[in-house]
């Protein structure tokens, strides 16, 4: 295969790691048989890339999303792991879903109510994905923890779910970034401000307590009076910088 020319304010999807899950979206590529286990070691060019303008990425627990800007609804795409749902609903006679995986980017589905939404922003835990976009936050996967911001339903099943949760802002005040640990979420926003939501059993949620939590919560303590401009976390542990 022969890429085509491109200039150089073109953008590249570039791929490396584990490709058993479809994580990398080029399974096919690097698996010789179905029980073969495998991984590149170097990095590789992804052809979505080449037909997409790409714009944004997140990668989760086997599972990677791009933000896309495009003609059409299609601003989000993913593959890899979707056992909950977290790249949203993919019925299982698709060509490229099989037990629970997504071997190629597909577009994920939803309910956006403008035309011209764009993406600002993704983050990705576990088993969630948030997706940052000028219509607010989307929501998807897991929510065991609360970690989408949305009330915890006991023995919900995400295997096959079709919710996706938005939250358009946070009492009234743009959200502007999104980041996730490996169960609970955070939200920025314009006026610097943190929010939190989801599994706090470490103190992830800065919320002062070790419960889980289902809704944004502002955090406090000395943070109270900052304007944060940038957040990151991974797992269970977070930082913030003013």
């Not at 899950?21 to 179905?34: A, D, E, V």
């Not at 590149?40 to 990677?64: D, M, Q, S, W």
């Not at 295997?159 to 802002?169: A, F, G, L, Q, W």
């Amino acid at each position: 295969f022969q890429y085509p020319l491109s200039q150089p304010s073109d953008r590249r999807v570039y791929v490396w790691g584990l490709a058993d899950h479809g994580g990398l979206g080029s399974l096919n590529k690097f698996r010789k048989s179905p029980d073969d286990f495998h991984f590149i070691a170097k990095p590789n060019r992804l052809y979505f890339g080449e037909t997409h303008k790409v714009t944004e990425i997140a990668c989760g627990y086997g599972f990677t999303a791009f933000g896309v800007n495009g003609d059409d609804q299609s601003i989000v795409y993913g593959n890899g792991i979707n056992t909950d749902s977290q790249l949203g609903f993919h019925p299982k006679d698709e060509r490229h879903f099989k037990n629970h995986i997504i071997t190629v980017p597909r577009p994920i589905p939803l309910p956006l109510k403008k035309k011209d939404t764009k993406v600002l922003g993704l983050a990705a835990g576990r088993a969630h994905l948030l997706i940052l976009t000028t219509d607010g936050v989307f929501t998807l996967g897991n929510n065991g923890y609360g970690q989408c911001g949305r009330p915890i339903i006991e023995n919900e099943d995400y295997c096959k779910s079709t919710v996706v949760h938005h939250i358009p802002n946070v009492k009234g005040t743009k959200i502007t970034g999104v980041t996730a640990g490996q169960d609970h979420s955070i939200l920025l926003t314009e006026k610097g401000e943190v929010y939190t939501f989801g599994w706090g059993a470490d103190g992830q949620t800065g919320l002062a307590h070790y419960e889980n939590e289902s809704q944004p919560s502002l955090v406090k303590g000395d943070l109270a009076g900052e304007r944060i401009v940038k957040v990151a976390c991974t797992v269970d542990c977070v930082l913030a910088l003013s």
